[in-house]
RNA sequence: GGGUUGGUAGCUCAAUGGUAGAGCAGCGCCCUUUUAAGGCGUUGGUUGAGGGUUCGAGUCCCUCCCAACCCA
């Protein structure tokens, strides 16, 4: 295939490639000093302005004597005028051996065209790099979920929805930091490769380090390493990187995700609460412009717009369980089991009770609530890391934060007894259990103080915020199955 | 892991079991303010891979590969 077809559109570039050679002109530039990107240029347009931009060449319009470029990169796109008579038979028979893709460097005056374009009228362009291969479909972009994943430069350059949508999750990062320093929180940096994987529930990814002659394992989460930083002295402390969980990849799942955790020492659940209530809708406001986020499907519909206005509904586990069925807590773990079944829900992979009516309110609670909701006091065989409530020893002082159908952030009133903590971690049960980490738990004996965490998934943040469905489309690189060739 | 849908030109997509096409891109020509520029002409295919059924397969059957969606 790639003998015959491709090779004609690769034999012409590669043609014109040695053309410019033979010009004496290098097709692989150097530095190229600029006033501004194309996009800066447009969006702070003056006429009559001198300048010197670059960018990759995406469209062309051929008047004959005079032609229309359009330079672009992340920062936009900016139009070019070319005229033969002004820059010379010499520079237009250089300019016949470029093609959409290529690289170059402008040098012109700004001026408006008589359709109200902003544009820059070319005195000079340096040839900055040759593109020996033809971009996709410039009006369709690339559509082919295969491509765009595998090769997302492709999809960057040429699906401008998919460079908001990143440009997007760069400023959502980039304002969670910020709202977390100016509130005294300071960034630190844990162990990715752990001897121990703790902190959740998850099959890790297991590696060897040669020297040590130890296995290692990615990390499922820093949890354990930023408590024992809390037990260190420092009291106010997130995490914003990248976890690794080996398990299914889905819509909503990626083998390595983006995870902030944050914690404030002698804070609890409900500061947390409080202080995840105001970052999101700050990073809402700042970034998206509003609290209204409407979620639109490829025809532009709007299917639900989520409503970030404070304050979030709290509720308490269990009272959302007998929002459900109302008697719940009064029947047996059979008669729980019956009426699943009786409803259709399938409770055939759930081991113990507390799973039975976890999965119950993932179907009936999580997945149908779109607008904020704070999941308070959550059963304790979920989180083995919280405090018990001092009222009731059966649940936690948590919350779980639920928007847009998914579990956004869960926040703790974090357990800082040592005794207690190795007592529920080796008490677990159900599917799901968490190592132990012995050294953590010598590490809890010197004392920690009673603090307050969260957790917060980026990636699904992100998805809410800009209304897109699948994980892989807020992750520049999603993992695929490696194909040969590639 | 199970189910559904899909894979055709560089890209976006067509094609009752009966000669594989269009638009864009490319190439050639015309055009000095266009913007999916326009007009005329033109190149380009092992239809994901391999088997099978048939006079004849992009299309039907089987196996495999890759992807998306749903379920677990």
Known sequence: MEENSQNELLAVRRQKLEALRAAGIDPFGQAYETTGAPGQIRAAFAEGQKVRTAGRITAHRNMGKSHFIDLSDSSGRMQVYLNA???GAETMAVFDHLDIGDFIGVEGETFVTKTGEPSIKATSFTVLSKSLRPLPDKWHGVQDTEIKYRQRYLDLISNPESMEVFQKRIAIVREIRRFLEDRGFIEVETPMMQAVPGGAAAAPFKTHHNALGVDLYLRIAPELYLKRLLVGGFSKIFELNRNFRNEGISRRHNPEFTMLEAYWACADFEKMA?????????????????????????????????????????????????????????????????????????????????????????????????????????????????????????????????????????????????????????????????????????????????????????????????????????????????????
Not at 317 to 329: C, E, Q, T
Not at 406 to 420: A, F, K, V, W
Not at 463 to 482: A, N, W
């Open 85 to 87: 008579k002004e820059v």
């Open 274 to 486: 409080e202080l995840v209530e105001e970052m999101v809708c700050h990073v809402a406001q700042t970034v998206c412009g509003t609290l209204q986020i409407e979620h639109k499907d490829a025809e532009g519909n709007v299917l639900r717009t989520i409503n970030l206005t404070r304050p979030w509904r709290r509720t308490d586990y269990a009272d959302l369980i007998k929002g459900i069925v109302p008697d719940w807590y009064e029947r047996t773990p059979e008669q729980r089991r019956a009426w699943c079944i009786e409803n259709h829900i399938d409770v055939t992979h759930c081991q113990e009770d507390f799973e039975v009516t976890q999965h119950v309110f993932e179907k009936l609670v999580e997945e149908k609530t779109m607008n904020p909701l704070f999941v308070t006091r959550c059963p304790k065989e979920l989180v083995p890391l919280a405090k018990q409530n001092a009222a009731n020893q059966s649940v936690v002082d948590v919350y779980e934060l639920v928007i847009n159908g998914q579990e956004i952030s869960p926040g703790y009133s974090e357990l800082n007894d040592p005794d207690i903590q190795r007592e529920r971690l080796e008490h677990q049960s159900g599917g799901e259990t968490q190592k132990l980490d012995e050294d953590f738990l010598t590490t809890l004996e010197y004392g920690m103080p009673p603090a307050g965490g969260i957790g917060i998934g980026i990636d699904r943040l992100v998805m809410m915020l800009t209304g897109v469905e699948s994980i892989r489309d807020v992750i520049l690189f999603p993992h695929m199955r490696p194909r040969a060739g590639t």
